[in-house]
């Protein structure tokens, strides 16, 4: 009887193990991009290196309702582009570098300035932005 009872551990154990394996193999990997709220009016999630980490950002970017895309003609993305986002009076209310092709901002709605700087190249946009995200496609040719 004792030796039924450890084989039947025994073998718990190691199911057990298999199954937390199985899992490990299967569970989405941490996000690696940007994301921060900025003051109560701003939150953005900036990324998109790779496309594990573009699905990652679409589950994560519910209730963003900008969404600028960087890349050049042929379609390739763009990283390291810096961005400047300023409100209809001129205050900027971010400026920094977008860490991947992908960068998501959740604002107020309302008409924004949206500067994007890029190997010597600024592309500037007037953005409204309500409740559904805006896409806005930034291409350089350079």
Same mark, same amino acid.
């Given at each position: 009887?004792?030796?039924?009872?450890?084989?039947?551990?025994?073998?718990?154990?190691?199911?057990?193990? #298999?199954?937390?394996?199985?899992? #490990?193999?299967? /569970?989405?990997?941490?996000? &690696?991009?940007?994301?921060?709220?900025?003051?109560?009016?701003?939150?953005?999630?900036?990324?998109?290196?790779?496309? /594990? &980490? !573009?699905?990652?950002?679409?589950?994560?970017?519910?209730?963003?309702?900008?969404?600028?895309?960087?890349?050049?003609?042929?379609?390739?993305?763009? /990283?390291? %582009?810096? %961005?400047?986002?300023?409100?209809?009076?001129?205050?900027?209310?971010?400026?920094?570098?977008?860490?991947?092709? @992908?960068?998501? #901002?959740?604002?107020?709605?309302?008409?924004?300035?949206?500067?994007?700087?890029?190997?010597?190249?600024?592309? %500037? !946009?007037? +953005?409204? +932005?309500?409740? &559904?995200? !805006?896409?806005?496609?930034?291409? @350089?040719?350079?």
């Amino acid at each position: 009887m004792k030796k039924i009872i450890t084989s039947l551990m025994v073998g718990c154990f190691i199911l057990t193990n #298999a199954a937390l394996a199985l899992a #490990a193999n299967n /569970s989405v990997p941490p996000f &690696e991009g940007q994301q921060e709220t900025i003051g109560n009016h701003l939150a953005i999630l900036s990324g998109g290196v790779g496309l /594990s &980490e !573009r699905q990652q950002m679409d589950q994560m970017a519910k209730g963003y309702n900008l969404k600028l895309i960087f890349d050049v003609p042929n379609g390739d993305y763009l /990283s390291n %582009v810096m %961005v400047t986002i300023q409100n209809p009076q001129g205050h900027v209310l971010f400026h920094n570098v977008a860490e991947g092709p @992908w960068f998501y #901002a959740k604002l107020p709605a309302g008409t924004y300035t949206v500067k994007a700087y890029f190997d010597g190249h600024t592309i %500037v !946009r007037k +953005v409204k +932005v309500d409740h &559904e995200t !805006r896409d806005v496609i930034m291409t @350089w040719s350079v």
